[in-house]
């Protein structure tokens, strides 16, 4: 069994910045990869960013490439979101959510990832 601990959200004005924290514990840990998705109000889980544990790879939503960042830091068990010139229209409750399997890894797709956190809730004003 693995927990996956979010933390870092907030209100924040728009063009503020934040940064998310999942930390993963459990089960030794040893992912095939990492994301990050949000849902906002009324609309479906949409993906956000994602990262590959061994290489590092990233991948974003088009709507947050060039203001987010993802990263990891492999010791701490823990991938980070950073968050910078936020709009109103990232308001969402955002998720981590971790791989641990073989099977083929679709970094976009909620499907692929087998654990998820709680969400921490991100609000940002106008």
């Known amino acids: 069994q693995v927990q996956l601990v979010e933390s870092g959200g907030g209100l924040v004005q728009a063009g503020g910045s934040l940064r998310l924290s999942c930390a993963a514990s459990?089960?030794?840990?040893?992912?095939?990869?990492m994301g990050w998705f949000r849902q906002a109000p009324g609309k479906e889980r949409e993906f956000v960013a994602a990262?590959?544990?061994?290489?590092?790879?990233?991948y974003y939503a088009d709507s947050v490439k060039g203001r987010f960042t993802i990263s990891k830091d492999n010791a701490k068990n823990t991938v980070y979101l950073q968050m910078n010139s936020l709009k109103p229209e990232d308001t969402a409750l955002y998720y981590c959510?971790?791989?641990?399997?073989?099977?083929?890894?679709?970094?976009?797709?909620?499907?692929?990832?087998?654990?998820w956190g709680q969400g921490t809730q991100v609000t940002v004003s106008s």
């Open positions: 459990g089960r030794t840990f040893s992912p095939y990869a």
């Open positions: 959510a971790t791989d641990l399997s073989d099977d083929p890894w679709y970094p976009r797709e909620p499907a692929s990832y087998d654990y």
């Open positions: 990262i590959n544990w061994k290489y590092g790879l990233t």
